[in-house]
């Protein structure tokens, strides 16, 4: 867990800070938490902050179904979000002067790990792989749209128009260099954002769909960290978009004559050695 000495050297680089936002991840691949005044910042790495344990198994909407007892029955208790070491970073795209950390969910007495948190399972899956001899790489590749935050007369949702645009984009453009030049006021401000946070992004497509958009994320050989990068480069690509009054949608799909977006998870599997599995005879 991240010590009192991170925020402290943290808050003296970056004195315009006003707030931190310290969030967990849940099983959907949200990040949920609280927005804390920059007085009380400090204590989040000195005693946590205090919010719903159950938060890590809400749905999509946030909202909580008493899941195996937990979250209405038991009286929905308080667990205690602690920093996670190294993620404390600026928020680049927020309009305050803002940072962020991520943290682990704990019990709020005993401060152990809560089986149910999505990163706790995982680390144990990729502890076992380990064990095993076997050492997974990930990359994930996000696909999303960027629409207009305003609304068709019957509800429906329409294509955003990008930066310096004043219409919408009209035809699909797969792969095509044009349709990344006209965004790439967004999808230049999406890269500088990520270096900032030790995201490592590394390229950028313009998908099949009208307006949609695939950002990649390097390899890494901690399944755990290439899990993180996905959530916050999510986070990144919706900031971002927001800050240029747009918004970004990683629906499956958004349109129903459009195609559907995916989150390409791309593996490969490394021995002891660092060999690739999948390249050995019988392996």
Aim: net charge negative; with cysteine; glycine share 10%.
């Amino acid at each position: 867990m991240a010590a009192p000495a991170e925020w402290l050297e943290f808050s003296r680089a970056h004195p315009d800070v006003e707030a931190l936002d310290a969030f967990i991840i849940d099983v959907n691949g949200n990040t949920l938490g609280k927005r804390l005044a920059v007085a009380d910042a400090h204590k989040a790495f000195s005693e946590g902050v205090q919010f719903s344990s159950c938060a890590l198994i809400a749905d999509v909407r946030g909202l909580g179904h008493n899941v195996q007892g937990m979250g209405a029955s038991d009286g929905d208790p308080d667990g205690t979000a602690l920093p996670i070491a190294g993620t404390l970073r600026h928020v680049p795209w927020a309009r305050s002067q803002v940072a962020q950390v991520l943290c682990s969910m704990r019990h709020a007495e005993t401060r152990e790990s809560l089986w149910f948190d999505p990163r706790v399972l995982l680390a144990a899956v990729v502890a076992q792989c380990r064990q095993a001899g076997v050492h997974p790489v990930i990359a994930c590749e996000l696909e999303f749209y960027l629409l207009d935050p305003s609304r068709r007369a019957d509800g429906g949702i329409v294509l955003a128009a990008l930066p310096g645009r004043s219409t919408p984009p009209r035809r699909a453009a797969n792969l095509s260099m044009d349709a990344i030049d006209e965004s790439s006021i967004f999808l230049t401000s999406v890269a500088a954002a990520a270096a900032e946070q030790g995201v490592p992004v590394c390229g950028a497509v313009a998908e099949y769909g009208i307006g949609q958009y695939e950002v990649n994320l390097r390899h890494v050989a901690d399944p755990l960290l290439a899990a993180d990068h996905a959530v916050l480069l999510k986070r990144i690509v919706k900031g971002v978009a927001q800050s240029m009054g747009m918004l970004a949608s990683f629906m499956a799909k958004p349109f129903a004559r459009q195609p559907g977006s995916g989150l390409h998870v791309h593996v490969s599997i490394a021995d002891d050695t660092g060999g690739n599995r999948f390249g050995l005879e019988g392996g």
